[in-house]
């Protein structure tokens, strides 16, 4: 009987809710571990903020903005390669020289470019797979090209040479597609927690509580002791709100450069990638459509790019003014996706250039067609003239002009693009900042509660 | 002093902020069973194959990932050279998934049991063992053909090749088109036109001669080969063809079924059964057809019927593939298929009424209850020959008189192919 009342009143002090330390060195002591614990998250926080953006920034800018670029870089040196085919086609110098030099330098172009795409996607197996079809129909391509140069200049020749073009279409609707997995992708990386305004929120509050915690030490303390104040807490206080205010800037300042470089930026870079994509699809087409006297390409591959891609409707000259000293463009297609919101003097220089050149390269077109013998050519001639001269007042021409006003604004948004991307990437010092601060802030913390049990004892 | 309530206070604390930093609660879910299918069928045929698995997923849980390519054999080759084939391949070609099964790159298909009378199965057994599986069939030695413009010229439906021929002349007199045709397909260009040989090569000699042609026991100079080339030649001529050979040339084989153009388009097109939906698809809902088929006229011998099939094959052996390929060639399946308009079946017990429309379900009838098939040579020779079969073709459109050199460099490749 008696062994089992001095069980249950052994067992009864457990059962009891925990009470505060009833003694000033006791809540001392239970003050400091507090505010280590409180102070644990908040450097966890910080360090983890500034690891994970700089992560996310070497992520985006050293592998998937590029992965996706090369894909769109591979497409418009297909689509270049293609082009200098048609045109070669169209001039009669075909069956002498084959698609030329233009198409070699062009394919070796769009190869490297598939590399370095096949390359930076080595840890997706999707894309990879995906990439290793496209890599194999680029051969298929060359083996078509080459097959025609076998016919010469007969219909042989031509059905090749169409037969290839259909495929390239087949391909840069494979490259296109990744692409589109890949830009959503990169949407979704700089999306990530780590990177978002919203990380400040949960760091804000944990450190805002932190501080409350070091002004109610302090407050206790100067209760306690005289109402004596403590600089080792007090100081601490202002370095962890210093901190504070540190990585939310920072956290803003990464968040908003990565919209730029990695949102708009991309966006931007790609859609002139496929413009230029573009103006050599509409050179090719004309090209082709001579040679085969206009019969209609009737096949189901996806329908190639058009001047309508690039700009929609044409703008006026008044409108490429506009363009050019920082209006919105009022007019649809690659170009205007490109310069919408951006004000960039020399971007938007580059794309009025590239807009006035597309008109010279409808009027061509137009001309090029109306001047082709009926029947179609493929032994130069007035309407391949038009198509296949390099002058500003002919297709290729104009197209090279274009073409250069493009890679001049592809240029300017790189620039940029490249900055944002660096001061994303940079993290203010606050990876080494940020722990400094926090063992500063824990030190003076345990050092202002610490002193004052010292000094407790010694008064006693 | 410190109380026994401060460690406990802080390990609560230490939980909570615990809990705290981590938003995200892992987990680890099992595996799910995924069968990836690289295949042909893009756009209605896709969409075809995903009601076809749809079932079958839901009754599984297994994840069936499809991607179409129309140059399916270059992916595969790809990726199988990288070490990344899918587990299940489907070509139209069994020569091209067999090249496979000899450097032992196919699993075979032991637990597969489609019921397929033996000649559907055939083509996909090497040495004996089932190495590979069709799983749609089509027919082919078919002629799509406009009611009215044959009316319009008084002639029944020709059954003959000289009838054919004669027919022909008649429309062309009468200022219509008689053929469309279209070779344009990508890499596989020419295909079509490789119909018209094989079908001209089992119509004029049978199918012994086209057995040995096929298996590269006979010459592509021999007479009986010969014949056939020349004979489809006789209807490639600016009259005869709509837009004559450059339009040949160029246009897609999807795009040429211009039967149905009351003003222009054509009388005739030679194509398989997987034109069906392109036509039903022009005709409104209960109106009667304005088309029809016939079956492609022979020379006084007995009608041996070409049909196609799209083929599937084993790369990963995986129990999940195989219950793939088992509901596949199942009639339950097959049933489905032939129900979206895009295939007809080689499973006989697939009921007729499956079919969606009167021609399709006549061509299903003509398909399982033909008495003498064979499968389309080209898809049977090896990947080398067919391609330069394929090639040669869009060469004799080009340039019909140039026969004699293009049957001598297929005779080339032939040496080496197999």
């Given at each position: 009987m008696s062994s089992t009342a001095a069980g249950s009143i052994a067992h009864r002090p457990s059962r009891v809710r925990p009470r505060l330390p009833a003694s000033t060195p006791g809540r001392l002591v239970a003050l400091a571990l507090l505010l280590v614990l409180a102070l644990i998250p908040v450097c966890t926080l910080s360090v983890l903020i500034a690891d994970r953006s700089r992560a996310t920034t070497a992520e985006l800018r050293d592998r998937r903005i590029p992965a996706a670029l090369a894909l769109d870089q591979a497409a418009a040196a297909l689509t270049e390669a293609d082009r200098a085919t048609a045109t070669s086609l169209v001039s009669g110098a075909f069956s002498l020289t084959g698609p030329g030099q233009d198409y070699q330098d062009a394919v070796k172009r769009a190869n490297q470019y598939l590399t370095v795409a096949v390359d930076l996607h080595r840890d997706d197996p999707g894309a990879r797979a995906r990439l290793t079809g496209v890599n194999a129909l680029m051969v298929e391509y060359t083996i078509m090209v080459g097959l025609a140069q076998t016919g010469g200049d007969g219909p042989l020749s031509l059905a090749n040479v169409f037969y290839a073009s259909d495929l390239r279409r087949t391909i840069v609707t494979g490259l296109y597609d990744q692409r589109r997995t890949d830009l959503a992708e990169i949407r979704a990386a700089r999306s990530t927690w780590w990177v978002g305004t919203y990380v400040a929120v949960p760091f804000g509050a944990t450190a805002f509580l932190a501080v409350l915690l070091l002004l109610f030490a302090h407050g206790y303390l100067r209760r306690r002791f005289r109402r004596r104040t403590s600089p080792p807490l007090l100081l601490g206080a202002a370095a962890l709100a210093a901190l504070i205010a540190w990585t939310v800037l920072h956290a803003q300042s990464t968040h908003d450069r990565l919209a730029e470089a990695a949102g708009?930026?991309?966006?931007?870079?790609?859609?002139?990638?496929?413009?230029?994509?573009?103006?050599?699809?509409?050179?090719?087409?004309?090209?082709?459509?001579?040679?085969?006297?206009?019969?209609?390409?009737?096949?189901?591959?996806?329908?190639?790019?058009?001047?309508?891609?690039?700009?929609?409707?044409?703008?006026?000259?008044?409108?490429?003014?506009?363009?050019?000293?920082?209006?919105?463009?009022?007019?649809?297609?690659?170009?205007?996706?490109?310069?919408?919101?951006?004000?960039?003097?020399?971007?938007?220089?580059?794309g009025a250039r590239a807009l006035t050149a597309l008109g010279a390269l409808r009027e061509a077109g137009e001309r090029a067609r109306a001047e082709a013998p009926r029947g179609g050519t493929r032994d130069g001639g007035a309407g391949a003239a038009m198509v296949t001269d390099r002058s500003p007042e002919h297709m290729s021409g104009a197209?090279?002009?274009?073409?250069?006003?493009?890679?001049?604004?592809?240029?300017?948004?790189?620039?940029?693009?490249?900055?944002?991307?660096?001061?994303?990437?940079?993290?203010?010092g606050l990876t080494v900042g940020g722990p400094v601060v926090c063992a500063a802030v824990l030190a003076l913390a345990l050092a202002g509660v610490l002193a004052r049990r010292f000094e407790y004892g010694r008064l006693r | 002093m410190i109380t026994g309530g401060g460690p406990r206070a802080a390990l609560g604390a230490l939980l909570l902020i615990g809990a705290a930093l981590t938003p995200v609660a892992c987990t680890t879910a099992p595996p799910a069973r995924v069968v990836n299918v690289l295949g042909t069928?893009?756009?209605?045929?896709?969409?075809?194959?995903?009601?076809?698995?749809?079932?079958?997923?839901?009754?599984?849980?297994?994840?069936?990932?499809?991607?179409?390519?129309?140059?399916?054999?270059?992916?595969?080759?790809?990726?199988?050279?990288?070490?990344?084939?899918?587990?299940?391949?489907?070509?139209?070609?069994?020569?091209?998934?067999?090249?496979?099964?000899?450097?032992?790159?196919?699993?075979?298909?032991?637990?597969?049991?489609?019921?397929?009378?033996?000649?559907?199965?055939?083509?996909?057994?090497?040495?004996?063992?089932?190495?590979?599986?069709?799983?749609?069939?089509?027919?082919?030695?078919?002629?799509?053909?406009?009611?009215?413009?044959?009316?319009?010229?008084?002639?029944?439906?020709?059954?003959?090749?000289?009838?054919?021929?004669?027919?022909?002349?008649?429309?062309?007199?009468?200022?219509?088109?008689?053929?469309?045709?279209?070779?344009?397909?990508?890499?596989?260009?020419?295909?079509?036109?490789t119909d018209w040989v094989e079908d001209l090569v089992l119509a004029r000699s049978g199918p012994d001669i086209y057995d040995a042609w096929v298996r590269g026991r006979m010459s592509w100079q021999a007479t009986e080969i010969r014949s056939a080339w020349q004979s489809w030649g006789e209807l490639l001529n600016q009259d005869t063809v709509q837009g004559g050979p450059i339009n040949v040339l160029l246009t897609g084989f999807d795009k040429s079924a211009q039967v149905l153009d009351a003003r222009g388009g054509c009388a005739f097109d030679h194509q398989g059964s997987f034109v069906a939906g392109t036509y039903a698809a022009r005709t409104p809902a209960g109106a009667t057809p304005g088309y029809d088929t016939f079956a492609f006229p022979g020379f006084d011998t007995p009608p041996t019927r070409e049909v196609a099939g799209d083929v599937a094959a084993m790369f990963h052996p995986t129990q999940a593939a195989r219950d793939l390929l088992n509901y596949l060639t199942g009639t339950r399946a097959q049933s489905l298929w032939v129900e979206s308009g895009t295939a007809l079946s080689p499973d006989r017990n697939v009921p007729p009424n499956a079919y969606r429309d009167e021609v399709t379900r006549r061509l299903g009838t003509a398909l399982s209850g033909a008495r003498s098939i064979r499968f389309d040579g080209s898809d049977l020779m090896p990947t080398t020959m067919r391609s330069a079969f394929q090639r040669a073709v869009s060469a004799y459109v080009s340039d019909p008189s140039a026969l004699d050199r293009i049957l001598d460099d297929l005779d080339r490749v032939q040496a080496t192919a197999y």
């Open positions: 708009r930026g991309v966006t931007g870079q790609s859609a002139l990638w496929q413009a230029r994509t573009a103006v050599h699809e509409v050179v090719g087409s004309t090209a082709l459509d001579l040679a085969s006297g206009g019969v209609a390409r009737t096949s189901d591959v996806k329908a190639g790019l058009t001047l309508r891609d690039l700009a929609e409707p044409l703008p006026s000259v008044g409108d490429i003014e506009a363009v050019r000293t920082g209006a919105d463009p009022r007019f649809g297609g690659l170009i205007a996706t490109a310069l919408a919101q951006d004000r960039s003097v020399p971007l938007r220089a580059a197209a090279d002009d274009a073409e250069a006003a493009l890679t001049d604004a592809l240029i300017a948004g790189r620039r940029e693009a490249d900055a944002a991307l660096a001061e994303a990437a940079d993290d203010g | 069928w893009e756009d209605a045929e896709q969409r075809a194959f995903e009601n076809v698995v749809a079932p079958f997923e839901q009754e599984t849980g297994i994840d069936v990932r499809y991607k179409g390519t129309r140059d399916v054999a270059a992916v595969v080759a790809a990726r199988v050279e990288e070490g990344d084939p899918p587990e299940i391949a489907v070509l139209s070609s069994p020569g091209d998934l067999l090249h496979y099964a000899k450097t032992n790159k196919l699993a075979p298909l032991d637990g597969v049991h489609p019921g397929y009378a033996p000649e559907w199965l055939a083509p996909g057994q090497v040495n004996g063992r089932q190495m590979a599986v069709v799983l749609k069939a089509a027919l082919k030695s078919t002629i799509w053909y406009n009611r009215a413009k044959l009316d319009s010229v008084h002639e029944p439906v020709p059954t003959t090749w000289a009838q054919l021929k004669a027919t022909t002349a008649k429309l062309r007199a009468a200022g219509t088109t008689p053929w469309c045709m279209g070779l344009a397909s990508s890499t596989t260009s020419g295909w079509p036109g």
